[in-house]
Structures are given as C-alpha cells and as structure tokens.
C-alpha cells in the first residue's frame, strides 16, 4: 500500500489553488492505483473552514498550525514537513510547482533521502517522469533510484474533474521548540503586485517581441491582454532592451508558460522563446515576416505588422466582447 | 570572505543539438557557461569588490573538455578555479543529486573546516532544467539557501535579497554562510576584457578528485527528439483571426 502525502500551500492563510488542484490529482492517482491512501500537509494558521467541500476524496490533513510557521521558513518547513512523512510512513510526497516547492523540495530530497523528480503528470500511474530538455528539443524520461519519492507536478497537466466534497479529517500537530539558527532565511517582507495575472498562471498571455519597436509600442499588447483578462509577456530582446521586466520573459532564460491561448506580436520565435511556449495550447503568430521561425510553432498565423494589425484586432476583440 | 561560485558549460542556444542512435549528440554544439552561472559569478565578483580582502573561486564538476568554462570565469574576474572529477565515471550531469554531492565534496576538501561564507550558483542550467542542485548543496554543506534571487544587499550581518513568487516579490534576510542561486535580472554579467582573458591563460586551473560511489537519486532512461513543428494556418484578416479563436476554438 502506498500513502501519499501532498504538500498544502498557504499564503497569508489561504490555501493556494494549485495545491488544491495538486490533492486532487493526487486523489485520482490513488483511486488509478486502488490501494492507495492520500494525507496533507499544512504549514501555517490557517482556518481550515475555507476548505470544506473544496477537495476531493476522503483523507487526513496534519495541520501544523502555529503562528511561527506563518510565513514560509525553508528550514522549518522543511523539517515539519520531513516529520511528518516519517512519522506517518508515507511513500510519496507531491508539491503543486510553486517557487516555495522549488526552494524546499531539494533539500526534503536529500534530508529523508528520496528521488526527486519535477514535471510529474498523474494521469499515468507510472513512476517515473518524462518532461522536455534542451529548450523543448528532445523528451527526456527519468525514472526514480529511490523508495521514497518526491514529486514536482506539471503546472500545464489537467486537473481532472472530480466530485468535490470528501471526507477530510484534520489533526493538529503540537507547535515545536524552535531555535535562533533556524530563523534564517527569514521573510521579511511580500510585496503582492496588483493587476493582471502572472503570465506564468494566466489562460491567455499575450507576448511581446522585438517587432513592438519601444517600450511605448508594448501599449498595444497590455491593452489586448487586458481585454481578454489575460497577462503580458516578453521575449528576451524586449526584456534586454529594458521594454520589459524580467518577470514577464517567456523562455530559456524567462518562464515556461502553458495559457491555453497565446499571442506571440512581432516576435521571431527564436529556439530559446520557443523553450518556453512548448506546453501552450493554441499559439496565434502575427509577424510581418511570413518567413519567421515563429510560424512553425504556430496554429495560425497573420502576416502583418503588428501596429497596424493590433489595433484593429483590439478593436474587434472590443465590439465582440460588447456583444457578449 | 571566501566566495565560492558553482558553474557548469551548457550548449550554447543558438547551436543544433543533434540526436544520433538514440542519444543526444554533441559533436555540433558550441558549450558555454550556463547563462544563469553567469549571472552568480558576476555578483560574487561584486561582492569581492566591496569587500576587501575577498577571494573568489569558481568550481565546475566536469570532463577535461569542460575547462573553457572555467578560463571564461578567470577571464572575467575570478581568483581560482578548480575542476572537480571523480574517478568512477560517475559524473552524470542528469542527476542533481550527484552532482550536488560532488560539488559539496569539493568545496568540504577545498576549503577544510571553515566552510566558505558564501556559495553562488546559477537557479538552473539550461539544458536539463532540474533546479535542484543548489538547495541539494546547501542541504549537504548543513547551510541555509536561497534559490532564486534578483537582488542582493549586504546589511550588517544580513544579506538583503529578493525574488519572485507567484504575483509578487518576496524579500528575505539570510545569514552567513548560505548558498544562493542567481535568477535573471539580478545583474549585468561584464564582459571579458583582452587583458582578462591573457591573464586567465596565464593561471592554473587545479583538480579536485572526489569519490563517489553513492547510486544516483534519478536516472536518465531515454531521450526522443521532439517535432515541434505545427502546421500554421494562415489568415487572411483580423475578421478571420477573432472568428476562428472566439467561434471554432471557443477561447474567447
């Protein structure tokens, strides 16, 4: 039998939504293997009234409740964390693909000495991970050395339609006696950005590329990528020329997006952008070089130049969004 | 202060990587240092410069082949450098965990038994992508990390840094020693200078040997070569364009 432990994230005493999604894949996972159990993993106050009705399937939370946990402490955490799989006995242990999960999974890895292995899908019940390298070039498969296991899911997997509202039981775990050493790296501040949606997270990124020709010709990008609801994305000329910041660059330097609709405007589709639209739904190119790279990773394309194109897409986009 | 900084060569992204009888071929690939090493050579150098009496080396667990990455970071600015290489042909640059255990092993042996104040690596190569290595180093070296950051300012006995979360920005204060991995946009790596590069040809590179007979945590078991390429629709118009997304594929 297999025990499953999922790492539940909060941030200020929410419980994050891909985590959610994470319990629930992991659900199904278990349901795939027959005899399977799943547990959780919540760091941090959190009233976990917020969560009836929210996950799937029947299951324990160990809830480490304590003010100290509030904000994310790698060394911490990590030790509640490793605690609690051991104690429980648990064989795998699953994390939504956050940067909180990117900074502590390693270190779980080498601490209770389990393989560790990112972009995991539960869909198969396989043990092992196949994920794209070198830029989306090739498909790489990893199997796992170790007994336990530690898993990164894929952010661009689908979450699987499962009815809501199990049996979920929480048990508190007893605050720990914590030292001055193990403060460190401390939090110190979150500064929350407002507005559109991070382009990692977004169903619609509309991106950005040499061909806008100014920060000032990005206007056009947020404004269509404001209409949809969607976020704003760069390619890495724009983000060198200083159009754009850093966090909006999409590829092997940026982000790895997977929104189910992207916009590449006037950008050429260069092997290193192309790393990071690998998992994208329908990719739309619009570029007035029909004899772009950016048209072979596209499911339609129109050949034209992006200030003139834009506007009047944006204007169309207004009248059919007005008709809705 | 002793700074170490953990590099390792990537192909470069402009080159083809081959595929021939079922593995990657190299044989038309240009290495460079990893983009994000880069980046945690040039703060370490930084750091050098506004501390004085700081030495900066620069490890790179490798076949002999690898040692251009090494000469580029003496060009630019480094102190030492030291090619870790392990006699049982373990070196499997697939596996994070080896390659952190290597890479913790070298530094324990270079350094003895003070530890160095600060490890900069890069948040991930590029070619493999796995992210893991610098928290696995810290864990190993029994030092606090940091993966990620875009800015760093020293304060008394903190270091000041940032990096992003989803939606935001998260700032964090960590002590000494710590490992901290680079993001993109914490700095502007410099560029090499002519007399930076002869003086890098004139210094050694030494070796560092270690053993490591431990099994790896993950394995490589295969790779395929990916058709990227889609079949392009072209549209005519806009009109076009807004019907397909918003009526055929229902996106809108």
């Given at each position: 039998?297999?025990?499953?432990?999922?790492?539940?994230?909060?941030?200020?005493?929410?419980?994050?939504?891909?985590?959610?999604?994470?319990?629930?894949?992991?659900?199904?996972?278990?349901?795939?293997?027959?005899?399977?159990?799943?547990?959780?993993?919540?760091?941090?106050?959190?009233?976990?009234?917020?969560?009836?009705?929210?996950?799937?399937?029947?299951?324990?939370?160990?809830?480490?409740?304590?003010?100290?946990?509030?904000?994310?402490?790698?060394?911490?955490?990590?030790?509640?964390?490793?605690?609690?799989?051991?104690?429980?006995?648990?064989?795998?242990?699953?994390?939504?693909?956050?940067?909180?999960?990117?900074?502590?999974?390693?270190?779980?890895?080498?601490?209770?000495?389990?393989?560790?292995?990112?972009?995991?899908?539960?869909?198969?019940?396989?043990?092992?991970?196949?994920?794209?390298?070198?830029?989306?070039?090739?498909?790489?498969?990893?199997?796992?050395?170790?007994?336990?296991?530690?898993?990164?899911?894929?952010?661009?997997?689908?979450?699987?339609?499962?009815?809501?509202?199990?049996?979920?039981?929480?048990?508190?775990?007893?605050?720990?006696?914590?030292?001055?050493?193990?403060?460190?790296?401390?939090?110190?501040?979150?500064?929350?950005?407002?507005?559109?949606?991070?382009?990692?997270?977004?169903?619609?990124?509309?991106?950005?590329?040499?061909?806008?020709?100014?920060?000032?010709?990005?206007?056009?990008?947020?404004?269509?990528?404001?209409l949809l609801g969607g976020a704003v994305g760069a390619s890495r000329?724009?983000?060198?020329?200083?159009?754009?910041?850093?966090?909006?660059?999409?590829?092997?330097?940026?982000?790895?997006?997977?929104?189910?609709?992207?916009?590449?405007?006037?950008?050429?589709?260069?092997?290193?952008?192309?790393?990071?639209?690998?998992?994208?739904?329908?990719?739309?190119?619009?570029?007035?070089?029909?004899?772009?790279?950016?048209?072979?990773?596209?499911?339609?394309?129109?050949?034209?130049?992006?200030?003139?194109?834009?506007?009047?897409?944006?204007?169309?986009?207004?009248?059919?969004?007005?008709?809705? | 202060?002793?700074?170490?900084?953990?590099?390792?060569?990537?192909?470069?992204?402009?080159?083809?990587?081959?595929?021939?009888?079922?593995?990657?071929?190299?044989?038309?690939?240009?290495?460079?240092?990893?983009?994000?090493?880069?980046?945690?050579?040039?703060?370490?150098?930084?750091?050098?410069?506004?501390?004085?009496?700081?030495?900066?080396?620069?490890?790179?667990?490798?076949?002999?082949?690898?040692?251009?990455?090494?000469?580029?970071?003496?060009?630019?600015?480094?102190?030492?450098?030291?090619?870790?290489?392990?006699?049982?042909?373990?070196?499997?640059?697939?596996?994070?965990?080896?390659?952190?255990?290597?890479?913790?092993?070298?530094?324990?042996?270079?350094?003895?038994?003070?530890?160095?104040?600060?490890?900069?690596?890069?948040?991930?190569?590029?070619?493999?992508?796995?992210?893991?290595?610098?928290?696995?180093?810290?864990?190993?070296?029994?030092?606090?990390?940091?993966?990620?950051?875009?800015?760093?300012?020293?304060?008394?006995?903190?270091?000041?840094?940032?990096?992003?979360?989803?939606?935001?920005?998260?700032?964090?204060?960590?002590?000494?020693?710590?490992?901290?991995?680079?993001?993109?946009?914490?700095?502007?790596?410099?560029?090499?200078?002519?007399?930076?590069?002869?003086?890098?040809?004139?210094?050694?590179?030494?070796?560092?040997?270690?053993?490591?007979?431990?099994?790896?945590?993950?394995?490589?078991?295969?790779?395929?070569?990916?058709?990227?390429?889609?079949?392009?629709?072209?549209?005519?118009?806009?009109?076009?364009?807004?019907?397909?997304?918003?009526?055929?594929?229902?996106?809108?």
């Amino acid at each position: 039998m297999k025990k499953f432990l999922v790492f539940l994230e909060q941030r200020e005493g929410i419980v994050k939504q891909s985590s959610l999604s994470a319990w629930n894949r992991v659900q199904e996972l278990a349901a795939l293997d027959g005899n399977s159990v799943v547990a959780g993993i919540l760091a941090g106050p959190v009233d976990t009234g917020q969560l009836d009705g929210a996950m799937a399937g029947d299951g324990v939370i160990y809830h480490a409740g304590e003010d100290g946990l509030g904000v994310y402490n790698q060394e911490r955490y990590t030790r509640v964390v490793a605690d609690t799989f051991t104690r429980e006995a648990c064989t795998d242990l699953f994390f939504a693909d956050t940067v909180m999960a990117r900074d502590m999974a390693p270190r779980l890895s080498v601490r209770i000495q389990a393989s560790l292995l990112s972009g995991r899908t539960t869909l198969d019940g396989d043990d092992g991970v196949s994920r794209r390298v070198y830029s989306g070039s090739f498909q790489a498969s990893f199997v796992p050395t170790r007994q336990p296991r530690i898993y990164i899911l894929s952010s661009s997997a689908p979450v699987p339609a499962f009815p809501d509202g199990g049996r979920i039981n929480f048990i508190d775990i007893e605050p720990q006696q914590w030292t001055v050493e193990d403060l460190f790296p401390m939090v110190r501040r979150i500064i929350m950005g407002e507005g559109p949606p991070d382009v990692a997270e977004a169903r619609i990124v509309v991106a950005g590329g040499r061909g806008m020709g100014s920060a000032e010709g990005f206007a056009l990008i947020e404004q269509l990528a404001s209409l949809l609801g969607g976020a704003v994305g760069a390619s890495r000329t724009a983000v060198d020329s200083g159009w754009r910041s850093h966090a909006e660059q999409i590829g092997q330097t940026g982000k790895t997006v997977a929104p189910a609709l992207y916009f590449a405007c006037g950008i050429s589709g260069a092997v290193q952008h192309l790393a990071g639209i690998g998992s994208a739904g329908v990719v739309v190119a619009i570029n007035s070089d029909r004899g772009a790279p950016i048209f072979d990773a596209a499911d339609y394309g129109l050949v034209g130049d992006v200030h003139i194109v834009l506007p009047k897409l944006i204007d169309l986009v207004k009248e059919f969004l007005k008709k809705q | 202060m002793n700074i170490a900084v953990c590099v390792c060569s990537v192909p470069d992204t402009a080159s083809v990587v081959g595929y021939l009888d079922g593995a990657i071929d190299y044989s038309r690939v240009n290495m460079v240092i990893n983009p994000f090493d880069e980046y945690a050579l040039e703060e370490a150098l930084r750091f050098k410069e506004r501390v004085e009496g700081s030495v900066v080396t620069v490890f790179s667990f490798a076949p002999d082949s690898a040692k251009e990455v090494l000469r580029k970071a003496l060009a630019m600015g480094a102190d030492r450098a030291v090619r870790v290489s392990c006699s049982e042909d373990a070196l499997q640059p697939s596996d994070p965990f080896l390659t952190a255990l290597g890479l913790s092993r070298a530094i324990s042996g270079f350094y003895g038994a003070i530890l160095p104040d600060l490890v900069f690596c890069g948040k991930q190569s590029t070619d493999f992508q796995s992210a893991q290595v610098p928290s696995m180093l810290a864990e190993l070296l029994g030092m606090a990390s940091v993966s990620g950051i875009t800015s760093l300012h020293p304060s008394g006995e903190f270091l000041r840094v940032e990096r992003e979360i989803e939606g935001g920005i998260e700032a964090i204060d960590v002590t000494f020693p710590a490992v901290l991995s680079a993001e993109k946009g914490l700095n502007e790596p410099r560029n090499t200078s002519i007399r930076g590069v002869m003086e890098a040809r004139k210094k050694t590179i030494d070796l560092f040997q270690v053993s490591l007979l431990e099994e790896p945590f993950v394995v490589l078991s295969g790779v395929e070569p990916l058709e990227r390429k889609k079949i392009c629709c072209f549209v005519p118009d806009e009109h076009e364009l807004l019907r397909i997304l918003s009526h055929d594929c229902n996106l809108l």
